[in-house]
């Protein structure tokens, strides 16, 4: 990660996408409050281990259901004398502790470790790789994952961990804004194996996603090259107002120089212009990325990085706080569209 990835994740953290709207109902910003402040206090990791300090364990619907369900039996048993009411009312409430200390037992001792998060473009899903390991001699069953608050019902990722195995679950959060975003908490549990009580907990990981612009959805022609120092230049070229490297194709040409994926386009052979490469460079500029604002301009920079990426160029990029010297390749693209992500 480049130093201006690093000065950012130093500086102030953009909103996240997650970030709760202030409400009128006071109940309500109570609630959300408290919950700031109760997860404000959880340690920052990317590996956990669930203990009893952080499992924590609460009956369901179900669970109030079967409550209500036992303490009318144990009242009518008592009533009418029903010594098979006891024998029944006992029966489910023995089921139903043996549940619970189960239902426990199958999130306690699981270790939870968050792989590094690749980087995305503002409005697509990050994806979170998180591997589930069993120590236990025992398999694991019907243990969920989530990101934490997720507003959509499909957010929980179950599966099954295997004894003395791991597992690897995949959740996804949408950032909308570029900039560097620390991974929100996720939260796992399990209702294992009656459904009676729910037992979970709320990791924050310590890993940020860096989030690159939204390409631009139709960006104009990349700009055209500018000439290079002490180079010599032809005011054809100079004035043809796209810089795309490519010229007709010539009988005896080599292959490696044919542009395919133009010439699919087009449907006619052509090949890149070495000696017009030797003359000019092309140079993105947010000074030239037309009259818009900051973020439509970032927009429309990171179209061009995909798209002269694509073709093959060398290209440099410049920035109000930076500049990119001309490059190309996987690795010049991840940097260039890094520099534009924390600008």
């Known amino acids: 990660m480049t ?4 000065r950012s994740a130093l500086g102030v953290e953009r909103d996240s996408p997650n970030a709760e709207r202030p409400t009128l109902n006071p109940f309500t910003f109570a609630r959300k409050r408290f919950r700031r402040w109760w997860q404000s206090r959880l340690p920052l990791s990317d590996t956990m281990t669930l203990t009893q300090r ?9 669970g109030f259901m079967l409550g209500a369900t036992l303490l009318v039996l144990l009242v009518g048993s008592i009533n009418y004398q029903l ?28 270790t939870m470790n968050l792989k590094t998060p690749d980087a995305q473009f503002a409005g697509v899903s990050a994806t979170l790789t998180v591997v589930l390991t069993n120590e236990r001699k025992s398999i694991r069953h019907g243990i969920g994952m989530a990101v934490l608050d997720a507003t959509h019902e499909d957010r ?17 959060f949408k950032p909308d804004r570029r900039g560097l975003h620390h991974v929100p908490p996720l939260t796992a549990e399990t209702r294992f194996p009656l459904g009676t009580f729910r037992v979970w907990t709320v990791w924050r990981p310590a890993a940020q996603v860096l989030v690159y612009p939204a390409p631009e959805a139709f960006p104009p022609p990349l700009p055209p090259g500018e000439p290079r120092a002490g180079g010599a230049a032809t005011a054809s070229a100079q ?8 010229r007709a194709y010539r009988r005896g040409d080599p292959l490696k120089l044919v542009v395919w994926k133009k010439a699919a386009k087009a449907d006619e052979l052509v090949s ?14 947010f000074a030239a990325a037309g009259h818009l604002d900051t973020e439509h301009k970032l927009s429309r920079l990171t179209a061009w990085v995909v798209q002269a990426d694509k073709l093959g160029l060398d290209y440099g990029l410049r920035l ?18 890094e520099a534009l992500a924390v600008c």
């Open 3 to 6: 130093a201006a990835v690093e």
């Open 54 to 62: 952080n499992v924590y364990i609460l009956p369901t619907r179900p």
């Open 83 to 110: 010594n098979l009411g006891y024998l029944l009312t006992f029966l489910l409430a023995g089921s139903a502790v043996v549940g619970m200390h189960v239902c426990h037992g199958t999130l306690r001792g699981l």
């Open 156 to 172: 929980w990722v179950y599966t099954d961990v295997p004894a003395q195995g791991s597992t690897s679950v995949h959740v996804a």
């Open 239 to 246: 004035n043809s107002g796209e810089f795309d490297g490519v």
């Open 272 to 285: 890149r212009d070495t000696q017009q490469a030797q003359r000019y460079e092309l140079w993105l500029d």
């Open 320 to 337: 109000p706080n930076q500049q990119v010297a001309p490059g190309a390749g996987e690795a010049h693209k991840r940097r260039c569209l």
